[in-house]
């Protein structure tokens, strides 16, 4: 038998061959913020990260509603996940977000849903945030803002967003019940 090495085969060592680092720096626009999310919750099913938090008044321009979006948020949700979400109001995301609403329905028992109804929108959070990186939206309008990830805005945001926990309530249920 020959000692020869074969080649590496893409994907061999279990990585998704697909998969790049996520930007770091500024971005700008609707679609690239939406790209963004799209990318960092393919990102979170590949890596497996632990703890995500979603931040944003209305999550109206989030791309929640692609199949894309939720094929990811399904491949993430395994045990030993968790996820925060926090709105000043779930009415757009219960009302234009389906896929999510039933993934959501789903996969409760890991998806705390907490509003905060006292913080204006226009100052309202509106951060992707992760252990390994974090997205923050400044301007609302044209949908700019920083990524990355490093410590200092991870330590920052989260400092933010745990504030914003403190003083928000249990929303969006997962289910209603009726007689």
């Given at each position: 038998m020959n000692n020869e090495q074969l080649p590496a085969t893409p994907g061999a060592s279990g990585e998704d061959p697909r998969a790049k680092p996520l930007p770091s720096g500024r971005f700008a626009g609707r679609e690239?913020?939406?790209?963004?999310?799209?990318?960092?919750?393919?990102?979170?099913?590949?890596?497996?990260?632990?703890?995500?938090?979603?931040?944003?008044?209305?999550?109206?321009?989030?791309?929640?509603?692609?199949?894309?979006?939720?094929?990811?948020?399904?491949?993430?949700?395994?045990?030993?996940?968790?996820?925060?979400?926090?709105?000043?109001?779930?009415?757009?995301?219960?009302?234009?977000q389906p896929r999510f609403v039933a993934w959501r329905r789903t996969w409760s028992h890991i998806i705390?849903?907490?509003?905060?109804?006292?913080?204006?929108?226009?100052?309202?959070?509106?951060?992707?945030?992760?252990?390994?990186?974090?997205?923050?939206?400044?301007?609302?309008?044209?949908?700019?803002?920083?990524?990355?990830?490093?410590p200092e805005r991870r330590l920052r945001l989260r400092e933010l967003l745990d504030e914003r926990l403190r003083v928000s309530t249990p929303a969006f249920a997962a289910s209603t019940l009726g007689l």
């Amino acid at each position: 038998m020959n000692n020869e090495q074969l080649p590496a085969t893409p994907g061999a060592s279990g990585e998704d061959p697909r998969a790049k680092p996520l930007p770091s720096g500024r971005f700008a626009g609707r679609e690239e913020f939406a790209k963004l999310i799209r990318d960092a919750l393919q990102t979170a099913a590949t890596e497996g990260w632990r703890e995500i938090i979603l931040s944003d008044a209305t999550f109206e321009d989030w791309p929640l509603r692609e199949r894309v979006v939720v094929e990811s948020l399904q491949a993430w949700s395994k045990t030993g996940r968790r996820m925060t979400l926090l709105a000043k109001s779930f009415d757009v995301v219960m009302r234009s977000q389906p896929r999510f609403v039933a993934w959501r329905r789903t996969w409760s028992h890991i998806i705390e849903c907490r509003a905060c109804r006292t913080v204006d929108a226009l100052d309202f959070p509106s951060v992707l945030w992760s252990g390994s990186w974090v997205l923050q939206r400044l301007e609302l309008q044209h949908s700019t803002g920083f990524c990355g990830a490093e410590p200092e805005r991870r330590l920052r945001l989260r400092e933010l967003l745990d504030e914003r926990l403190r003083v928000s309530t249990p929303a969006f249920a997962a289910s209603t019940l009726g007689l």
